[in-house]
């Protein structure tokens, strides 16, 4: 190895520790972003993580941003949720949501979402009527060691 290369492999080694560690880095280096992300920030990437995942029927997924304290009006705790959206993944072979931004109200370690959608879904049996539903939900969350949780879904009443 001749002494060009040597320097390009040390240099790219340097670079890629750099990255690496740059949260411990006290300069700002240009194109890479060490900011957190805001609460409300959060909050967003959870909420279109979990639409995502009911959009592809992926139940781990969805249940992943959803706290083991969740309990809504409908009387569901987490595993009864789970249960609920088992049965409707099942059933429904395609879902399809549309979303307004929401309108997030963060508090401490709690926060509120104003959620306005529609959703569309197609069952695999004739048996099951297709879903068309419109309207508008709080979603409430909660920090939990660190991370933003959903721990209720709620009417606007």
């Known amino acids: 190895m001749n002494k060009r290369h040597l320097f390009a492999s040390g ?5 890629l520790l750099a990255v690496g560690c740059a949260k411990d880095l006290p300069i700002d280096i240009p194109g890479l972003n060490l ?3 805001s609460d409300t920030e959060q909050i967003r990437t959870i909420l ?4 995502k995942a009911m959009e592809g ?3 781990n997924k969805v249940m992943a941003n959803v706290a083991e304290k969740y309990y809504d009006e409908e009387g569901r705790d987490y595993e009864t949720l789970r249960e609920y959206l088992e049965t409707v993944f099942r059933r429904y072979r395609e879902i399809i949501i549309t979303r ?3 309108k997030i109200a963060v508090e401490g370690d709690r926060a509120k979402a104003l959620e306005t959608f529609g959703t569309v879904a197609k069952p695999f049996s004739q048996s099951d009527l297709p879903i068309n539903l419109q309207g508008q939900v709080y ?3 909660e920090k939990i060691d660190g991370s933003w949780k959903i721990v209720q879904w709620g009417s606007l009443m």
Do not use: G
């Not at 240099?11 to 670079?15: D, G, I, M, N, V």
């Not at 279109?48 to 639409?51: K, L, N, P, Q, R």
């Open 11 to 15: 240099l790219c080694l340097l670079a």
């Open 35 to 37: 900011a957190k992300p």
């Open 48 to 51: 279109d993580d979990a639409f």
């Open 57 to 59: 029927r992926r139940l």
């Open 100 to 102: 307004a931004a929401p």
């Open 139 to 141: 979603v409430y969350l």
